[in-house]
């Protein structure tokens, strides 16, 4: 197998505000994100070879990117569930490498506001194995997490009660970097107080241990690194990619612990043996994690080996994943704060990257950021796809 | 000889507080939760009544209800594949439209083991009539299930014979369409219907075996209720100690069960040697003559059941249950769509008889069942293996307050089956319990839903009701 290393680089990007889009389409996301990153990559849309777009419950096949009359070129659909917009990045990225195409577009959208509810349909329609069969228990996605917060704390003997708080830090902490971006959904401080009094959704889940549902999309240019100096000196380069899918062994193994997802190690272990990252708590500068619940940023801290196995609460009081902590987690807000519009998610992290690389991270801009990583999961427990990618400036 | 070798009741987890349904009324009644129905506490009255016996010796199952899920459709074949009985190889009926329906199933059971149609039939009765709200039968009306193993392999007790009269009248009632019970003027059902039919078949059944009252040793009896249960006992010159207790004001009338969970009761208590005659009622009645041959160990029974349950103090949750009453449940869109019928139909096994795989090389049990095991990675090389019957460890848990569940939370496990295999499920009738892990949990056979005219039945788990053997 050979490395993705410094074989694609970025060379625009465009991500629309998250958040109750009610007078926006599916259409008009894709329209506003990817023109953005059409625009900010310098490129015209008749430029772009191929397309990939990554979407969950959105347009069927290529459908969603017809409002862009990209003129008869190949479009693609991914869909990964909660990974989705990374995976799609991830298949473009390959043709990329391959010299297939020369510039692409990956467009990361979902429009989950015109469902009627708050809140995630219990079996979404895509999953057609229990669309159509319907004969199994369906299971929320707080519970699916709950799960594990309450075997997480129970193997390493830590009090709910502290757990629960470490949790609530996870989300001080994101909200708190949402504040200091205009894109986020929710941009508004919380307290521990707050996040602990929220009203139970899956204990030991609180409604603030939860992510947001929204609309939003994001858009990203990929090209290879000697047509990139063409466009801009600042590109950004992908490092690693690493992608890992499980069979269910959470709910099926009895030796399964849950206190960490296998996909994670695999994904991200791919990803390091190719960015040629050995220790990524000291070299990794910036990351973007799948917050959509609190635990899963926690045990995520300790499967990506930003910290030791059952040490992730000791790093959490520290302050280590503070903007101005050792290795800063989630700057713009994570989903905590942008929400989760499913496909779009992978991309928005990608974004997030994109600017912190090249220093245009405003206020929540983490100092001297070289290296980013983003992780991106969908499913559910045992069965996940986790999604790795880290990206490096140019001259990284 | 011919006779009962085994039986086992089923009273639901749940007990309505007859006080919050009325100001002034005491006592309590059986209801089922809102995913059980009459299939499924049938299933668990036969789980119990199958107690150590091997279920692929069973050759018969007769299911007597007024309650069917389906009107087209056999309840006693859903209830035999999900008692993992040997289909292939089985004589089933339902018998319906009668509170003594159990009794006349369990007649038509021994007489097909009389005639050697079979030799062991699985005779089942349960019941979940609903009152209307407001009338009389609210406090009347119970829950439950009994199970019989008629038998012609090692009976304990036996059966010496039957007597039935048919009586055409409308006293209690539903039409094809209706869902609560319609009864007539409580007068005139009193006087025309149970206390001039009932008795004809009692006296039919004593002079057919030269028998008087007082050769009695137990005397159970359907009543529609506590008074006029005791009434009728006066009325036949049985002495209070003679008359089995009437379940009313802790479990109610079971309908189609009502005689068979009193019958299985006053069989717990009996010693070797007891004439035990069970009479029901129903436009007409039958009266059974039971003779009983060896004490037997018995079952959990009525005061188990009660002890290991909780009462209902929520008497909108329970209308909201039975479909009386319209509830905000969340809004979650969008709606649960149609399971389909070839799905329910090709997943049977692993549904409905709750069949594991276990891999014929490394022997890991796996569920849901694996064509691949995924230890080894041995192709279509398993055996099946049954999970129903297993207790498990909670492994971890979750209450789930944001999903719309009718009895809250929505309780999701993780669980480890003793001798192998784990899986998640939901899990039911906690009540008050607190939770934790390491608990142990049973399989309980439960409706996970009904959309569109079809009935989605699962297992779910449980706290144990019973502690230590069962």
Redesign the interface.
């Known amino acids: 197998m050979e490395s993705i290393k410094d074989r694609v680089a970025i060379i625009g990007m465009g991500c629309t505000k998250f958040g109750e889009h009610w007078d926006k389409s599916f259409y008009d996301l894709v329209i506003d994100s990817c023109y953005q990153a059409f625009d900010d990559a310098g490129i015209e849309p008749s430029d772009v070879q191929a397309a990939w777009i990554g979407t969950n419950n959105g347009y069927h096949r290529g459908t969603g990117l017809i409002p862009l009359h990209l003129d008869n070129i190949p479009i693609t659909r991914v869909e990964n569930a909660c990974a989705t917009g990374t995976d799609a990045m991830r298949n473009a990225a390959y043709a990329v490498a391959a010299g297939i195409y020369d510039i692409v577009l990956v467009s990361g959208v979902e429009k989950t506001k015109d469902?009627?509810?708050?809140?995630l349909?219990?079996s979404p329609?895509s999953y057609p194995e229990m669309?159509?069969?319907?004969?199994?228990?369906?299971?929320?996605m707080?519970?699916?997490f709950?799960?594990?917060?309450?075997?997480y704390f129970?193997h390493y003997g830590i009090d709910p009660k502290e757990g629960k708080r470490a949790m609530a830090k996870i989300s001080v902490k994101n909200h708190h970097n949402g504040t200091l971006n205009p894109l986020a959904h929710m941009r508004r401080e919380v307290t521990i107080e707050k996040v602990l009094k929220a009203?139970?959704?899956?204990?030991?889940?609180g409604l603030l241990d939860c992510c947001g549902v929204s609309d939003g999309a994001a858009a990203v240019i990929l090209t290879r690194p000697e047509i990139a100096e063409k466009y801009r000196d600042d590109y950004i380069l992908i490092k690693g990619l690493g992608v890992a899918c499980g069979?269910e062994?959470?709910?099926?193994?009895?030796e399964?612990d849950?206190t960490h997802w296998k996909e994670n190690i695999v994904a991200s272990g791919r990803a390091y043996e190719e960015a040629g990252i050995t220790n990524p708590r000291e070299q990794v500068d910036v990351a973007e994690v799948h917050d959509c619940f609190t635990i899963n940023e926690l045990v995520t801290y300790e499967d990506l080996g930003f910290s030791q196995r059952g040490k992730a609460i000791e790093d959490i009081d520290s302050g280590f994943f503070e903007l101005d902590g050792g290795l800063p987690v989630n700057p713009d807000g994570g989903l905590k704060s942008f929400g989760h519009p499913i496909g779009a998610s992978g991309i928005r992290m990608v974004y997030e990257i994109y600017l912190q690389l090249r220093g245009k991270a405003g206020p929540r801009q983490v100092s001297d950021a070289k290296v980013g990583l983003i992780h991106n999961i969908g499913g559910w427990p045992g069965a996940f796809t986790s999604a790795i990618g880290i990206f490096g400036r140019r001259e990284h | 000889m011919i006779g009962i070798r085994s039986w086992g009741i089923y009273v639901p987890f749940w007990r309505l507080d007859l006080g919050c349904v009325r100001k002034g009324l005491k006592g309590e009644r059986a209801v089922a939760n809102f995913d059980e129905d009459s299939l499924t506490m049938g299933v668990a009255a036969g789980i119990n009544c199958l107690h150590k016996i091997d279920r692929g010796s069973v050759d018969g199952l007769f299911f007597a209800s007024t309650t069917f899920p389906y009107k087209e459709k056999q309840a006693s074949v859903t209830a035999a594949t999900a008692l993992d009985l040997n289909t292939d190889n089985l004589l089933t009926a339902d018998f319906g439209n009668s509170l003594r329906s159990g009794t006349t199933a369990l007649q038509a059971a021994y007489n097909a083991v009389v005639a050697g149609t079979a030799k062991q039939i699985l005779v089942i009765a349960s019941d979940m009539r609903i009152p209307m709200s407001g009338s009389d039968l609210e406090r009347e009306l119970g829950d439950g299930a009994a199970a019989f193993l008629i038998s012609s392999v090692e009976p304990n007790v036996k059966i010496r014979d039957g007597f039935s009269v048919a009586d055409e009248i409308l006293d209690v009632w539903r039409t094809d369409e209706d869902r609560v019970v319609r009864s007539w003027e409580e007068r005139f059902n009193l006087d025309q219907g149970y206390f001039r039919v009932l008795p004809k078949a009692v006296s039919g059944l004593l002079q057919k075996n030269k028998m008087t009252i007082k050769d009695l040793s137990i005397a159970v009896l359907y009543g529609p209720n506590k008074r006029r249960h005791a009434e009728m006992g006066k009325r036949l010159g049985l002495t209070p100690e003679q008359l089995e207790p009437s379940l009313f004001g802790i479990v109610g009338d079971t309908g189609a069960a009502s005689t068979m969970m009193m019958l299985a009761s006053a069989l717990d208590k009996a010693e070797s040697g007891e004439v035990i005659l069970a009479a029901s009622y129903g436009n007409g009645a039958d009266a059974l003559l039971f003779e009983v041959e060896s004490k037997t160990e018995p079952r959990p029974g009525i005061q188990a059941y009660i002890e290991s349950g909780n009462v209902l103090q929520d008497y909108m949750r329970y209308l909201h249950w039975r479909g009386l009453i319209e509830r905000v449940t969340g809004r979650r869109r969008p709606p649960i769509p149609s399971p389909s019928a070839s799905c329910i139909w090709r997943e049977a096994d692993q549904n409905i008889r709750f069949y594991a795989s276990k891999c014929g090389q490394c022997g890991t049990i796996q569920y849901p069942p694996n064509r691949i095991c995924h230890d080894c990675k041995a192709k279509d090389e398993f055996e099946s293996y049954r999970l129903s019957d297993k207790k498990a460890e909670l492994n971890t848990f979750t209450e789930d307050y944001a999903t719309p569940n009718p009895d809250p939370p929505l309780v999701l496990a993780v669980i480890d089956f003793n001798g192998g295999g784990r899986t998640s499920l939901y899990m039911t009738d906690k009540g008050g319990k607190e939770l934790s892990i390491g608990m142990t949990v049973e399989m309980t056979f439960r409706k996970l839903f009904t959309t569109e005219g079809i009935h989605n039945y699962t297992w779910k788990c449980r706290p144990v009701r019973f502690s230590g053997e069962i």
Not at chain 1, 199 to 204: G, L, R
Not at chain 1, 249 to 254: D, I, L, V
Request: aromatic content about 12%; cysteine-free; hydrophobic content about 40%.
């Open positions: 469902y009627g509810f708050s809140g349909p219990v329609p669309a159509m069969s319907q004969t199994r228990p369906a299971v929320p707080p519970s699916q709950a799960l594990m917060a309450n075997k129970h009203p139970m959704i899956a204990k030991p889940l069979d062994y959470a709910q099926t193994r009895p399964f849950w």
